[in-house]
């Protein structure tokens, strides 16, 4: 066995083995028997920093992957799990999404497995690399729009429900963050001064904001299971831009459709007229889409938008996650404000 250390280049290194702990390396060993493994450190982990790595064996990769132990990493990994056994059947889902994998050895918990505090997945690999926003062209909105209706096609045939939706009372409780976040004006700072005027029109239109999420809240929406974090990051694509896999089902979820569209739609730097565009394909793909006005999607774009912006200004003017994670807060937030200004409907 070996290990490499991968660049966002796909090129690589050889480094020394005891990169992985003892118990990692005992616990793959044990897994893949005496057969010969080699491990690539992919250099862009998520947002954690935890680390991810690709296991090639035998003719076959693998995705393994590091999750902060807690509650909550062990709910997303057993509901991407549930997920995927349940679409096992979908054409769709034989390459869009990463399978995960049980540890092989008595183990309790087959799903993951805990050393030195951390929880460790193995999953399929899926090749692609993330969709870097200087890619993006209509184009590819128009395909990935397409993309999306057939994949709620599939969806909605595994489980459907009418009723109330989660994802609008949790935007009612995220306008409380716009209200209670702090207002750094920094004229020098062009994304602090940026931040503070997307926040501060944010509370100007908050009386509006509560009164159409709450008259939404008392409706019934058709809803079926949807990913929920549709982040371009998330989206795997090849050189020519044709998307290969969704690789995070973490918070995925039985919701509204409209979340997966507005998510999607939202990171791709998106004018009116490409939203329009989108709404357009979107339908044509799935008439019977439970999408409502193209109004209602830009309005809970600019919510949830303004509501990201909020979190992650208080990411910002926290010390401890400035010194983990400056460069990384930065780059979202000057994200999140670009899509503020493309989302004014004024």
């Known amino acids: 066995m070996r290990c490499t250390r991968t ?6 290194r050889t480094v020394e083995v005891n990169m992985l702990s003892v118990q990692l390396r005992s616990r793959l060993a044990r897994h893949f028997g005496t057969a010969d493994w ?4 992919i250099e862009k982990p998520g947002f954690s920093g935890l680390p991810i790595y690709r296991i090639r064996c035998e003719g076959q990769q693998f995705a393994l992957r590091a999750w902060q132990n807690s509650p909550s990493s062990t709910i997303k990994v057993e509901h991407w799990d549930h997920v995927v056994t349940h679409l096992s059947g979908s054409t769709l889902n034989r390459y869009l999404f990463p ?6 050895g008595d183990i309790e918990f087959p799903l993951f497995h805990t050393i030195d505090d951390v929880l460790w997945t193995l999953a399929s690999w899926m090749e692609g690399a993330p969709l870097l926003a200087e890619r993006i062209s209509e184009p590819i909105r128009i395909q990935l729009s397409e993309r999306l209706a057939m994949l709620h096609r599939e969806t909605a045939t595994v489980h459907s429900c009418l009723g109330r939706s989660l994802a609008i009372q949790e935007r009612m409780d995220g306008l409380k963050s716009i209200v209670g976040t702090s207002l750094n004006r920094t004229p020098s700072d062009p994304i602090r001064w940026n931040c503070f005027a997307a926040l501060l ?4 239109e908050l ?3 509560e009164k159409f999420l709450r008259r939404e809240s008392h409706c019934d929406h058709k809803q079926h299971w949807i990913v929920r974090d549709l982040w371009r990051d998330n989206l795997l694509v090849g050189d020519d831009c044709q998307l290969l896999s969704i690789v995070d089902l973490g918070a995925s979820r039985v919701e509204w459709p409209v979340f997966d569209f507005i998510r999607l739609i939202g990171s791709l730097k998106s004018s009116m007229t490409s939203w329009s565009n ?3 394909t979107y339908q044509s793909f799935l008439p019977s889409s439970t999408l409502p006005e193209l109004a209602v999607c830009l309005m809970l774009h ?4 303004a509501i990201a ?4 200004n208080d990411r910002l003017q926290n010390v401890e996650q400035q010194s983990l994670y400056r460069n990384r807060i930065l780059t979202r937030m000057s994200e999140l404000l670009d899509t503020w200004d493309s989302c004014d409907m004024s």
């Open 201 to 204: 029109q944010a509370q100007k």
């Open 38 to 41: 080699q491990a690539d450190l």
């Open 207 to 209: 009386p509006f904001w």
């Open 99 to 104: 399978r995960i994998e049980k540890w092989r």
């Open 278 to 280: 989108a709404y357009e």
């Open 7 to 12: 660049t966002q280049g796909r090129s690589s």
């Open 309 to 312: 912006i909020a979190y992650w």
């Open 302 to 305: 600019r919510i949830s938008t």
